[in-house]
């Protein structure tokens, strides 16, 4: 019985919150079609519902949004989460907005901090490693720039329903709108966490996988049995279509590390179907020789789609099981290793998967280091 719906604007989103549930032993299923049916996960605990909103225009947006919860709604399922981006880019404004008006609740808690990565949010501003959000990288970002820092700005700019900004020990809500929450430590989100599961309000909430981390705990999600982690192959392609300028810093480390790299042209990145994502056919047999000529050494493939869209995108190149997604564990924040599930179940193959713009410019070579270190 699904005990937890959550939504997600991504792939990458979607894995890295379903994660949290998912590490604490809550049987969790992440999903790839918006139109998927409950009926296909009756036996997982959390299900996960990447929705793919976050390009869309926001009145689309918000009606895809809209219509998942409306589905929860008539399955009964209690708690729904609306998951948003940890550096507040995408529709946020509208789809939570979709979510209020869909759940027929009053209010609606929001906690957009991720303190775990240095993402925090004081007073009602978010920051990203200290700086105000929209003057941070992403606030650059040349095909979703966040343009306020100021989060009630934010929705307001996509969304009419009253915004309260409140700290994390205020009390639980007690009128209309959304209620923005600061937090600048785990412990902040987990206070205000306790508040609002003591009063009963945590029917509907949304946030990043910061607050994701605390769910467990607050909704009796938390199992002894948790699985452990699994052994990965010292092999690894990298397949990346990030444009921001800490994913491309960790390319060029990459490379210097001796990652085989391979580019593709612009004309390459405009093409359309799959090709224009995960590269060419001449791209695919020089990054399986680079594999096979050093066994542990990585390969990196520069791609045309952007982030959690890219990650979605390659998980559709596998026909038999492009649906759904278990997760398994995470190596450490916004990093999401995940085994794709057959339409049969069968668990077949292990593909992380990385999150928002994060990690120090060796990161890539890390990975690969656990990897090797782990045959």
């Known amino acids: 019985m699904i005990t937890l719906l959550i939504v997600a604007d991504d792939f990458t989103g979607a894995l890295d919150t379903g994660v949290q549930l998912a590490s604490c032993g809550a049987h ?6 918006p139109a998927f049916s409950f009926g ?3 036996e997982a605990e959390v299900l996960v519902i990447d929705a793919e909103t976050r390009h869309l225009p926001p009145a689309q947006a918000a009606a895809v949004v809209e219509k998942i919860v409306r589905q929860a709604v008539a399955q009964k399922v209690p708690y729904i989460y609306k998951e948003t981006d940890s550096a507040l880019r995408g529709n946020i404004g509208a789809e939570l907005g979709a979510l209020l ?3 027929g609740e009053q209010a609606l808690p929001f906690l957009p901090a991720y303190p775990q990565i240095g993402r925090c949010t004081r007073e009602g501003v978010h920051y990203i490693d200290g700086q105000p959000v929209a ?3 992403f606030g650059i970002d040349p095909f979703e720039p966040v343009r306020h820092s100021r989060v009630a700005d934010l929705i307001g700019a996509q969304c009419g329903v009253p915004v309260h900004c409140v700290g994390a020990d205020a009390p639980a809500p007690a009128g209309q709108g959304i209620y923005v929450y600061d937090a600048a430590c785990l412990e902040d989100l987990e206070r205000a966490g306790r508040t609002l ?3 009963g309000r945590l029917h509907i909430s949304a946030g ?3 607050f994701g981390a605390v769910l467990p705990g607050l909704l009796g999600l938390c199992r002894p049995d948790a699985r452990p982690r699994p052994k990965l192959d010292p092999r690894l392609l990298v397949v990346c279509g990030s444009v921001n300028p800490i994913t491309v810093a960790q390319l060029d480390a990459a490379e210097r590390a001796g990652f085989a790299r391979l580019r593709l042209t612009p004309r ?4 359309p179907g799959p090709g224009h994502f995960a590269a060419d056919r001449r791209g695919y047999p020089a990054a399986k020789y680079a594999l096979r000529r050093r066994p542990g050494a990585g390969a990196g493939v520069r791609a045309g789609k952007r982030g959690g869209a890219g990650a979605v995108h390659l998980q559709r190149l596998y026909p038999a099981y492009h649906h759904q997604v278990r997760r398994v564990w995470a190596a450490e924040p916004a990093h999401r290793p995940g085994r794709a599930a057959g339409r049969t179940g069968r668990l077949t193959t292990t593909r992380p998967t990385a999150a928002g713009g994060f990690g120090a410019a060796q ?3 890390d990975r690969l280091d656990e990897r090797t270190m782990e045959r």
């Open 101 to 103: 008006r869909a759940s």
């Open 135 to 137: 003057q941070s990288v």
């Open 268 to 271: 390459q990145k405009l093409q």
């Open 40 to 42: 296909g996960a009756s």
């Open 208 to 210: 990043c996988a910061g």
């Open 197 to 199: 599961a003591a009063a």
């Open 28 to 33: 969790t299923r992440v999903v790839t079609d």
């Open 363 to 365: 990161w890539l070579h």
